[in-house]
């Protein structure tokens, strides 16, 4: 079978490359086809190890693993699992370059936002670096602090929060990447989550790429249209795109359940190929328990 | 004001799922006894509806980009209560499958975007909306005023979670083991930008989208059934349960500050405060604090007594007197909006 041209995939947007300053426009468009890039992302290989895995032991597993990072507040032990969590991914042959963007971006990310927390203003506590002192600044009416040092309990806080940040988001991906949507929504049901609710995830899931392609068009109509900088209608043009989304929302909502009742719906939900629990699965759930019960003993 | 992982203590965690859980027991019940089998396809379209309003960029002075929340405007257009359902599944879907808040935070999460800022823009629109009919300019302003209130409801809910922690979670040492950051900052930090700047954003995006449908296509929304007036009277009985809940629930203002230890919110000493933290009086503030002699100064009768339970009582009457002066005004404005117009 002939591949797909590259700018025909989904994900792709037919807009020029970026330019500085471009539009809210363009900026919207680019990311609702980065979206539906997203949404259309094949399945994980079922050969890797987690994606062996029951979806209901992945999130008995994930859910157990995160609390347990949420409860420890062991820097090294965070760092472990943050590294750990890089080598399962690698064993489970899931694709490791969208994991690394993600295992660097998060704790950048948090870094930038505990950066205060680092400061004396916010943590007290023996001072590491001396940013200034002795000084008599003033922005306007605001007097800024006349000494501001780093300290060694801000960094520690701080450092402790983005390994903390960093790992939740890592286990949340592992089990996210490793699992298609729908069976993900069906091992929710194991802790007790209504099957309506998780229909209505599924199925959220299932047409949420075709109100992304709505709004994506809505954005290239738009673009197409315009010439020059964008008009000052910016805000009528949100108005009138979330106004013409619901509609479509509204009629599609109708639609959709017209064809489930016409094909025998009345409220139960029933999965075609329901999977089933294997040893490996009591293992790995049994492994993911011990470690929260660990982390809850020495908290 | 998705919450990450890692940045809400396991306590305020576990309290998120369970305030949480009675709102999903109670949003299923109510959108199961309204919606019958069309629930599951509407609301499921609702909650990717609300997915993707996130994804309409709006361009905010300094040259950068906001967008709306829209859970507001998903409570007006499905109810309050399919909003909750709605608005909840999109953050699960969110922190499942996009990373985009986290999964421990996800009651807190639900908490914030998807209870306080849908009852809240929701109530604020009934409230400005009244009887008016479905195309009336009031329903704009209602729409766009609680898209503004409940987005800030919300931050400030959001604020006070992360304010929180540094008093609940510290070790030995006194070091915080989750958000360093105390509620000065945060609520600083998160109430201004929403005051400011997005509560603007989501206010314009909710009522404009209201003003478009009420132009492009009136039978979308709920007020057009009939003459015009809401399809079902406003339950007031039910506010009223709740509001006198919520003043028994006022004597925790009381009791939860004493069993944490802290003192009076930052700025908001009394003048004998100010004189001991400062060492003095300034003059300025004692001559303007005796202006206007509160009847009941802190909530409390001048010649009740300091215990605990003595001024819980004085809490629960002051919580009262304040409900009944705020409705009453606001009955008399209302009454006064809809006067009939002289010929």
């Known amino acids: 079978m002939t591949a797909l041209p590259a700018w025909l995939r989904p994900g792709t947007s037919p807009l020029a490359p970026h330019r500085p300053g471009r539009s809210h426009l363009r900026r919207g468009a680019e990311a609702l086809a980065a979206r539906l890039g997203a949404l259309a992302r094949p399945a994980p290989p079922p050969s890797g190890f987690l994606a062996a895995l029951d979806p209901r032991a992945k999130v008995i597993g994930g859910l157990c693993l995160i609390v347990a990072a949420t409860l420890t507040g062991q820097p090294l032990v965070l760092a472990l699992g943050y590294t750990g969590c890089l080598l399962l991914a690698a064993w489970s042959r899931l694709p490791l370059r969208r994991f690394l963007a993600l295992w660097l971006a998060v704790p950048l990310f948090s870094a930038v936002v505990m950066l205060p927390a680092t400061l004396d203003v916010v943590t007290p506590g023996h001072p590491l670096l001396v940013l200034w002192h002795d000084a008599a600044w003033r922005i306007g009416a605001w007097r800024l602090p006349s000494a501001l040092t780093v300290t060694d309990a801000g960094l520690l806080a701080a450092g402790r929060m983005v390994l903390r940040t960093a790992l939740c988001a890592s286990l949340a991906w592992l089990v996210a990447a490793s699992t298609p949507p729908v069976r993900l929504f069906y091992g929710l049901r194991v802790l007790g989550v209504p099957s309506a609710f998780v229909m209505t995830l599924a199925l959220m899931h299932r047409y949420l790429a075709v109100l992304v392609q709505a709004a994506h068009d809505l954005h290239l109509a738009r673009l197409s249209r315009t010439v020059g900088p964008s008009p000052g209608g910016a805000l009528a043009f949100v108005a009138a795109g979330v106004g013409s989304l619901f509609r479509r929302t509204h009629s599609l909502g109708r639609s959709v359940c017209l064809a489930m009742l016409s094909r025998g719906y009345r409220g139960e939900v029933r999965l075609l190929d329901a999977p089933r629990w294997q040893a490996q699965d009591w293992l790995a759930s049994l492994t993911c328990c011990l470690a929260l019960a660990a982390a809850w003993w020495w908290r | ?343």
């Open chain 2, 1 to 343: 004001m998705h919450i990450p992982d890692g940045y809400l203590s396991p306590q305020t965690c576990a309290a998120g799922y369970a305030v949480m859980a009675p709102f999903w027991a109670v949003a299923s019940r109510r959108v199961k006894a309204t919606l019958r089998l069309r629930q599951v396809p509407l609301l499921a379209l609702g909650a990717a509806f609300t997915f993707v309003v996130m994804m309409f960029n709006v361009p905010i002075p300094g040259g950068t980009t906001g967008h709306a929340v829209g859970a507001v405007l998903v409570a007006i257009l499905l109810g309050p209560w399919a909003a909750v359902i709605a608005v909840s599944s999109a953050l699960v879907v969110q922190a499942l499958l996009f990373g985009d808040g986290g999964i421990t935070a996800l009651g807190a999460n639900c908490f914030n975007i998807a209870v306080v800022m849908p009852f809240v823009g929701w109530g604020t629109w009934r409230l400005v909306a009244g009887k008016a009919p479905a195309g009336s300019p009031r329903h704009v302003l209602g729409a766009a005023l609680g898209g503004y209130l409940g987005l800030n409801a919300a931050a400030l809910t959001t604020a006070v979670m992360f304010g929180l922690q540094p008093l609940i979670a510290h070790d030995a040492a006194g070091r915080p083991l989750y958000s360093p950051f105390g509620l000065k900052v945060a609520v600083t930090a998160i109430g201004l930008e929403h005051l400011l700047l997005f509560g603007f954003v989501e206010a314009a995006v909710t009522g404009l989208t209201l003003a478009w449908l009420q132009r492009a296509d009136p039978s979308l929304l709920p007020v057009s059934s009939g003459d015009g007036a809401p399809s079902k009277s406003f339950p007031l009985w039910r506010l009223g349960g709740g509001l006198a809940g919520l003043v028994l629930l006022a004597p925790l203002g009381l009791y939860l500050p004493a069993r944490l230890g802290a003192g009076s919110a930052w700025g908001e000493w009394s003048a004998r405060e100010v004189a001991r933290l400062a060492g003095f009086m300034p003059e300025g503030l004692r001559r303007l604090g005796e202006i206007w002699p509160a009847p009941l100064p802190d909530y409390a009768s001048p010649a009740a007594g300091a215990g605990l339970p003595a001024l819980s009582l004085w809490y629960v009457l002051s919580a009262a007197l304040g409900c009944l002066l705020l409705v009453g005004s606001l009955w008399g404005v209302r009454r006064w909006l809809a006067r009939p117009e002289s010929p």
